[in-house]
């Protein structure tokens, strides 16, 4: 299952660090984050829970970049 959500990120250096973090998140498959439109595409991996993994995304990209957002 793939999902859009709409982010609020300061530059691009942000959001690949984002992407990163969030391509490390357990539940994850891949996810692309671009910054020109502010959305971050996530597929997830079969049968997980997307708003748990979204939760634990979150957390991740947070410790990269504190002050980002992830609509969801």
Known sequence: ??????????????????????????????????FMTLKMIVEFEDGVNAKEVMGRVLDNCKIVEDDCEIFF
Do not use: F, L, P
């Open 1 to 34: 299952m793939k999902k859009t959500y709409k982010i609020d990120v300061d530059c691009a250096n942000c959001a690949n660090k984002m992407e990163e973090a969030a391509n490390k998140t357990e539940g994850v498959k891949n996810a692309v984050v671009n």
